[in-house]
């Protein structure tokens, strides 16, 4: 994260944010290096079809002393053995079943980190713009304030106004200057949490490309009943738990064939060097196992628990699927509100600007009250600020 940080030069477009997110945020290294490891644990599982080979070698150097004297020999015997699983009534391919379902769950579950990265990676992007928009609508409203204070001092000094007029606006202009540094504050801390989004330290210096924040707010023309099963089939992390369901039942089968019968094969073959011919020759074996199982109290507990994960996973798939529903339903009302909200923000900032030009106009004019000037004001700069994070909203 360190020497992308120091790469971050020139401005960056939100696609840029988005790449380096998916490149150094932590989560998508642990998903990435969780389903590596699944994998890997897949293609171990599966080599259990395969026989196992194995070879050792022993050296061994021994003296004999009898009353005919004594005698040395030394003898080297190398060996191979061979060992197969020739049948045990679905424990071994329930083993290689759930060992690919773990790994196709996480897989998927790494598919759902990198939606996650880069859906946060977007929010605090837009959450910036949405601050930055905020600071400039502060500085705004200082600068507004400024004019009108000095407005109400010449027009005291001029006679037609009382120092409660300037009292006023210096009490305007103290709360703009509140919002401005709470503004700056709020633009920092959104920086720091995009810095932490891309995975650099809070602290990493960029900077961003300008943004036009004029694109069009519209509604999507897809209906939110589409969208819930769009969702329900494509969504990775409810199609990671659909595939943990048939895990469990994999291992159904492997607890099972505890309780029954397994054939296995086994064959070594091995040649003793010596110094002494006698000692010396071909040795082998062959052996065909079967192992039955008579009496393991623990095993019809085994079964038990194993079909008890059947159920826990397909619960848990049910629950994301309501969520994942609810999920949904609720952001696409969310997006109705937030286009609603844009298009009103234009409008209340319309009218707020025009109401501040006239209440500003009245009372240089002497026709109209500092108290309007300053209920103008406020509701101007509470529309400027609504106008400028409406649009952000709207695009997280």
Do not use: C
């Not at 490149?23 to 026989?51: E, F």
């Not at 120092?163 to 700056?184: M, N």
């Not at 707020?352 to 406020?378: F, M, N």
């Amino acid at each position: 994260a360190a020497s992308d940080a120091a790469r971050l030069t020139g401005a960056l477009v939100l696609g840029q944010v988005v790449d380096i997110a998916l490149r150094n945020n932590p989560q998508t290294q642990i998903a990435w290096a969780q389903a590596r490891a699944g994998a890997a644990l897949y293609g171990a599982a599966a080599a259990s079809y395969i026989p196992t080979v194995d070879g050792t070698a022993n050296i061994n150097r021994s003296q004999t002393t009898s009353q005919l004297g004594s005698s040395e020999r030394s003898t080297i015997t190398p060996t191979a053995t061979l060992s197969y699983l020739l049948f045990d009534f679905g424990g071994r391919s329930g083993t290689v079943a759930a060992a690919r379902a773990a790994a196709v769950a996480l897989d998927l579950t790494h598919s759902a980190t990198l939606q996650d990265v880069a859906l946060q990676a977007q929010a605090a992007y837009f959450n910036f713009q949405a601050q930055g928009g905020l600071l400039a609508a502060a500085r705004m409203t200082l600068a507004e304030a400024d004019t009108n204070l000095a407005s109400a001092q010449q027009r005291n000094k001029a006679g037609v106004a009382t120092i409660a007029d300037v009292l006023q606006a210096e009490v305007v202009v103290a709360q703009a200057q509140l919002d401005l540094e709470t503004a700056q504050g709020n633009a920092q801390t959104s920086r720091g949490s995009l810095a932490v989004a891309m995975g650099l330290p809070a602290n990493a210096r960029y900077e961003l490309a300008p943004v036009n924040d004029t694109f069009a707010v519209s509604l999507t023309s897809t209906g939110v009943d589409t969208l819930i099963d769009r969702a329900l089939a494509l969504r990775s992390d409810l199609a990671a738990l659909r595939v943990q369901i048939q895990q469990a039942q994999a291992q159904v089968r492997v607890a099972r064939s505890a309780e029954l019968p397994s054939v296995t094969f086994g064959a070594n073959a091995g040649k003793t060097f010596s110094n002494v011919s006698t000692y010396q020759g071909l040795n082998y074996g062959i052996t065909l196992g079967v192992q039955i199982p008579i009496f393991n109290l623990a095993r019809p507990y085994n079964l038990t628990a194993a079909q008890a994960q059947v159920d826990v996973a397909t619960a848990r798939a049910d629950l994301l699927r309501v969520q994942v529903g609810q999920q949904v339903y609720a952001a696409y009302y969310a997006l109705q509100t937030a286009t609603q909200r844009a298009h009103t923000s234009d409008v209340l900032l319309s009218f707020a600007t025009r109401s501040e030009v006239t209440a500003r106009a009245r009372y240089r004019a002497g026709v109209g009250t500092i108290v309007d000037l300053v209920t103008a004001q406020t509701a101007l700069a509470s529309a400027r600020a609504q106008q400028a994070q409406s649009r952000w909203v709207w695009a997280t």
